[in-house]
C-alpha cells in the first residue's frame, strides 16, 4: 500500500486573482482602495522587535479589548481570529455540531459549503428571491444552526434588523450566526440582538472598511457563553494564532474612528456616484449596501465584459457558479479615478 | 431543545504561563533570550502599509522562495503556517486519514493527541525508555502514520538521522512527519531525507531558533507530491492565512545568517555552560541538543522547585501530566545572566 492512499485529497478553492502586475485596476476582492489608518504605521515604525522573541498573549487582550470598548460591550463577548475567514471556520466547528442540517443562502459566501463538507456538518441552502432578496420563510424549519452575511456576498443586497430579530425568535435550538463583512459599507447591523440573544453571533472583518485585508483580523461579538465554547475549542488546538504585530496594528486602527469614518464615507460616495452611471450603461443589479456591485448587463454577456476588462488591466470578478449568477459580474468600489477608468473602457467596451 | 445541546464542548490546552510582571525571568516556554534579526526592525520600519489594504499573497511566495533558497531545495517542496502548530494541525488532517493508528511517543509535544482527537484519528503513544529515549522497534507495526520531535520535547533527547531512516524505510504506507522545531540547538537534521523519501515531512519554526514567536511562522520541507496535498487541504478552507508584515518578516530573518548563527550559538554556549552548574546541585537530566533542560532533582520535589522558583519571579514549566515526567522541570536557556540568577536562586533554595 502507498502512502498516498491514506491521504486527505480535496478541491482546493481558488481565491480571486492577485495580478502581480504593477498598473492594473483592481476591483475584484473587495479591498479598500484606500490605505489603513496612519495610526498603523506609527505602530510598526515604533514596534519593539525584541516583544517578538516571546509567545504573543494567546488571548490577544489588547485588541479584544480595543474591540470590547468600540462596540460597548465587556471583553467576554469579543472573540477575535485570523480573518473572520478563521473567526468563522472556528464558529463553524464548535456551533454546528448537530444532525440537522445547516442552514445559508444558494448566493452567498463561497467559503460557508467548504467548511461544513471539511467538518462534515450537514447543510441546505435555500434559493434567494429572483430579485436577490432572502425569503424568511425559508428558515422556518428545525435545524442546526443559520449563517446569513449581512449584506448578503456576492449580491450586495442587505436585511434590516428585525428581518433576522424574526428569525432568531423562531431557533432558540440553535446558533444563528449573521456574517456583517460588508456591514459599515450601509447596512444595518445586529450587534444589538447580540445583548438580547445568547444564540446569536455578529462577526465582523478589518479586511474591508478597515482596509487592512493584508493583517488578517477578524473578530466575533455575542453572549459570553457563545463566546467561551468558541475559545475553548479554539484554545483546544492552536494557543497562538494571531501574531505580536497584528494586535497592536488593530487596536491602532479601531481606535481611529475618524480616519475610519471618513475613508468609509468616501467609498459610499463613489458607489452611489457610480450606481447610475452603471445603470444608464445598461447594467441591472439590486440596490448594493456593501462596497462592491454585482450587476448583469442587459444585452451583453458577463464573461465577454469581463474578458474585455481584463485586456484592459481591470480586474473585476465573475463567478462560474453558481450557473443562477454567471452573467453577472461583482465590481468592488475603487478610488473615484479607478471608477472613473472603468466607466470609460466600460463605454468603449459596450 | 437549547442551541447549548448542539455546541462541540472541549476541554481547553492552557499555555504555558505569560505572566505580566515587568522584572521577571522567564524560562518557561522555550522563547529565545535574544531578539529577532535587526533586518526585521528594517523591514517594519519601512513597510509600505499601502500595502495591508490588498489581501496577502496566498501563497506567501517570497517567504517559501527565501526557504526554498535557504535549504537549497526547489519551491514546491516548501509549506508554510501561521507556526509551526498550524503546519502540524494541517499536516495531521492531511496526511493522518488511515482507519490504523498513528504512533508517537508517549512523552512529546502535548498538541499531538489533541489534534488526534480533534480530527478524529486513531492513536497509540509508545512508552519512552527510562532514560527518556526512544525504541524504534516500537514502531514496527502497520500504522496511519508516525510523528516524532527531534529532539524530541520535552525531554530534549535527539536521534541520529540514521535511527529515522530505519523507521522510515519500513513505512511506505504511511507519512511520517519529524517535528524538529528545535533541531538548530545541535540535533542532525532529517532534511536529507526529504531528498530520498517522498513520505517524509521535516517541520520547522521561527518560534525558537529564530527568536519569532511573537511573528507566528512555521514551515515544513517534503516532496512536491507531499506538500502539494498539503496545500490542497489548506486551501480548501483558508486561502489567507499569513499577513503581510510577517511574511516580509520572515524573508528578513532567514536572509539573516550571519546574526541567526551567532544567536544560536550563544544558546548552545550557554547550556553546555549551565549543564554541569545543575549537575552539581542534584539533577539529573538526559544530554539536551535543545534550548531547554528537562531536569529532575535527585531529592527535592519537582513542585516544591518550581513554587520557590516562581516566589523568586523565575518562571520554569511544570507538567502534571503524564505522571511519569510530573517530577521534572523543564528550564529554557535565557541569557546569561538569567541563568546566573537562577543557578543562584537554585542554590539558595537546596
Same mark, same amino acid.
Do not use: I, P, Y
Given at each position: 500500500m502507498s502512502w498516498t492512499e491514506n491521504v486527505r485529497k480535496v478541491v482546493p478553492y481558488v481565491p480571486g486573482e492577485q495580478p502581480k502586475l504593477d498598473k492594473i485596476i483592481k476591483l !475584484?476582492? !473587495?479591498? !479598500?482602495p484606500y490605505g489603513p489608518s496612519p495610526k498603523v504605521i506609527e505602530v510598526l515604525k515604533n %514596534? +519593539?522587535? +525584541?516583544?517578538?522573541?516571546k509567545y504573543p498573549d494567546p488571548n490577544a487582550s489588547d485588541l479584544v479589548n480595543a474591540i470590547a470598548d468600540y462596540h460597548n460591550v465587556t471583553s467576554d463577548r469579543v472573540f477575535v481570529g485570523v480573518g473572520s475567514d478563521d473567526v468563522l471556520s472556528m464558529a463553524f466547528l464548535t456551533y %454546528?455540531?448537530?444532525d440537522l442540517p445547516v442552514l445559508f443562502p444558494d448566493i452567498t459566501y463561497s467559503f460557508y459549503d467548504v467548511w461544513a463538507n471539511l467538518y462534515r456538518i450537514p447543510f441546505e441552502t435555500k434559493k434567494l428571491r429572483d430579485d436577490l432578496t432572502i425569503d424568511a420563510s425559508d428558515y422556518d424549519m428545525p435545524c442546526g444552526g443559520i449563517i446569513i452575511p449581512n449584506p448578503n456576498a456576492p449580491t450586495g443586497v442587505a436585511e434590516n434588523v428585525d428581518f433576522f430579530e424574526n428569525i432568531i425568535k423562531k431557533h432558540p435550538e440553535c446558533v444563528v450566526i449573521i456574517d456583517e463583512a460588508y456591514v459599515d459599507f450601509g447596512a444595518q447591523t445586529c450587534l444589538p440582538l447580540t445583548d438580547k440573544y445568547d444564540n446569536i453571533l455578529v462577526v465582523r472583518t478589518y479586511s474591508k472598511s478597515r482596509s487592512?485585508?493584508?493583517?488578517?483580523i477578524g473578530y466575533a461579538i455575542g453572549s459570553p457563553r457563545l463566546i467561551k465554547y468558541l475559545l475553548d475549542c479554539k484554545f483546544s488546538f492552536n494557543s497562538y494564532t494571531m501574531d505580536s504585530i497584528t494586535i497592536a496594528s488593530g487596536v491602532a486602527s479601531i481606535k481611529d474612528e475618524e480616519y475610519f469614518a471618513d475613508k468609509v464615507a468616501k467609498v459610499i460616495a463613489t458607489r452611489e456616484r457610480v450606481k447610475p452611471q452603471l445603470r444608464e450603461l445598461g447594467f441591472d443589479f439590486a440596490d448594493?449596501?456593501?462596497?462592491f456591485i454585482f450587476a448583469t448587463h442587459k444585452t451583453v454577456d458577463a464573461n465577454i465584459i469581463f474578458e474585455k476588462l481584463k485586456a484592459s488591466n481591470i480586474f473585476v470578478r465573475h463567478f462560474k457558479n453558481p450557473s443562477r449568477i454567471d452573467n453577472y459580474l461583482r465590481i468592488s468600489i475603487g478610488t473615484e479615478g479607478e471608477m472613473d477608468e472603468l466607466i470609460k473602457v466600460l463605454k468603449e467596451i459596450l
Open positions: !475584484n476582492t !473587495n479591498e !479598500n %514596534f +519593539d522587535t +525584541d516583544v517578538l522573541r %454546528f455540531n448537530s487592512m485585508a493584508g493583517s488578517r448594493s449596501k456593501s462596497n
